[in-house]
């Protein structure tokens, strides 16, 4: 009796050769389907670093960062296991580990030779989990594309949302108002000077605008943060009329916001959007001009008084100030003189006034507010010498791919978001303690992941690398021939 065979006749002679790479990229689209749990995973774990930017300052938030931590970790070890995703560690993020290792040691350092017990807890974590969410969004936006889309989309909502909620406290709306003790319990944001320093010279009417923050600072960096992505579509093509009146909209809310520090990178932003949308539309350029000073003289005219903290400070006896360098400066000074080069290890007392914390000749728990002075008081001169690169080679990196025309249109909007959150984070330094807020250093982390190349991009880089290596090699051989010849 005959067998037949499972493919038998012409077809079993006109059989094509087995395609092994179509068998591969099968593979692949199958580990990326049963993996969609562990991308979904990623997203809410940078999710829940996310939403403490927008809710008050708790405790509660604070006692589960290990958790976060410890979840973020599994998360993104479990990722990379299964898919296999390169990961490239960028130099700021070798400075930030680092500065984490050298900030550790100082620690341990103050424990062993000053006996003091530092909240290892929540200030030492703060640089290491902004790495972890580092990799956390580069191992998403490496398989899933549209995910650099959809996280800036579901900012932009929240950032809106709290301009919206400052812009309200800026007209002494009464349910804003009350929001706005919820988020700030020690200061009215409608007397604010005259609060702190029983001063009447530029509070008497002034309302500083918290948002969906606790402090003005943080409002700044929502609206900056917004206006960020907004702008960022102008490489791509015009703005719609609601892009372009919701970005002016946030860079009004952050003048409202009044905190002066932060009014360096306003200026900066509200100069670099006036250029882009010039180049963008050379037709409109000076209604655009015009409709800024417009809405200045409105805003100065109307609003003058509720301003008044920022435009009516004499900053050679400003209060602020003096009290800054009269009181919160001095413990940094202190332990410089004594401890220079590994200063106490970090310390939240010197950031936030703990109250737990038992104050000793080190640590006064008045707020330091200088991110410079406070990096000397935690690790000495190394770690502002392990700092500033952090910011340099991050402001390059982005830099540079947001000049280079070959990166896809949504890697370079990434990258021009990026820089300007770094941008923010530097201005921070000079009279506040920005780096040291870990929710925002997760953010910033993630979207400088987002900034590397997905797998599509890598792919096309590699060929198009490829492909000059390969006409090298051709005209080599040309050459060759030639010189036999």
Wanted: one cysteine or more.
């Amino acid at each position: 009796m005959a067998v037949s065979k499972p493919f038998g006749g012409k077809f079993d002679q006109e059989r094509k050769p087995f395609d092994k790479s179509a068998l591969a990229e099968g593979a692949k689209l199958s580990v990326l389907q049963s993996s969609r749990g562990l991308l979904y995973w990623n997203v809410m774990s940078i999710i829940f670093v996310t939403v403490p930017l927008f809710l008050p300052v708790s405790d509660i938030l604070a006692q589960l960062l290990r958790y976060l931590m410890f979840n973020a970790v599994a998360c993104a070890t479990f990722t990379w296991w299964r898919l296999g995703v390169p990961l490239k560690l960028v130099w700021p993020v070798r400075f930030i580990l680092l500065i984490q290792v050298w900030l550790t040691i100082c620690s341990f350092l103050s424990g062993a030779q000053l006996g003091r017990t530092n909240d290892f807890e929540t200030s030492n974590y703060f640089l290491i989990m902004a790495v972890i969410y580092y990799i956390c969004a580069a191992l998403i936006s490496h398989v899933w594309h549209t995910y650099r889309a959809l996280l800036t989309n579901i900012l932009l909502v929240c950032f809106a949302a709290s301009a919206i909620v400052g812009f309200f406290q800026f007209l002494k709306v009464g349910p804003f108002l009350w929001l706005a003790q919820i988020y700030n319990r020690n200061n009215d944001i409608t007397a604010w000077g005259a609060t702190q320093f029983n001063a009447d010279g530029f509070a008497a009417g002034s309302v500083r605008a918290i948002g969906l923050g606790a402090w003005p600072e943080w409002l700044a960096f929502h609206c900056l943060g917004g206006w960020a992505i907004l702008a960022s579509r102008l490489m791509e093509r015009r703005l719609k009329p609601w892009e372009f009146v919701l970005a002016s909209f946030f860079l009004l809310v952050a003048l409202m916001a009044q905190s002066r520090i932060m009014y360096v990178s306003l200026g900066i932003c509200g100069i670099i959007f006036l250029i882009m949308l010039i180049q963008r539309d050379k037709e409109r350029g000076p209604v655009y001009l015009i409709a800024f000073f417009l809405s200045i003289c409105v805003l100065a005219i109307f609003g003058g008084e509720r301003l008044s903290y920022a435009f009516s400070t004499n900053l050679g006896e400003d209060k602020t100030l003096k009290y800054r360098s009269e009181i919160g400066w001095q413990q940094a000074f202190r332990i410089e003189s004594e401890r220079p080069w590994v200063g106490i290890g970090p310390d939240n007392g010197l950031v936030w006034g703990v109250t737990e914390i038992v104050p000793d000749k080190w640590t006064q728990g008045q707020y330091l507010d200088n991110g410079l002075l406070l990096l000397i008081s935690w690790g000495g001169y190394p770690a502002v010498a392990l700092f500033l690169p952090i910011m340099i080679t991050g402001l390059l990196s982005t830099l540079l791919v947001l000049k280079n025309r070959s990166n896809t249109m949504e890697r370079r909007k990434v990258a021009f978001v990026t820089f300007t959150f770094l941008m923010l984070l530097g201005n921070n330094m000079l009279l506040n303690n920005g780096f040291t807020n870990i929710w925002l250093n997760c953010l910033v982390a993630a979207f400088g992941g987002m900034c590397l190349p997905n797998s599509s991009e890598l792919k096309s880089e590699m060929t198009q690398q490829y492909n000059v290596f390969s006409r090298m090699k051709q005209r080599a051989l040309v050459r060759s021939e030639l010189d036999q010849l």
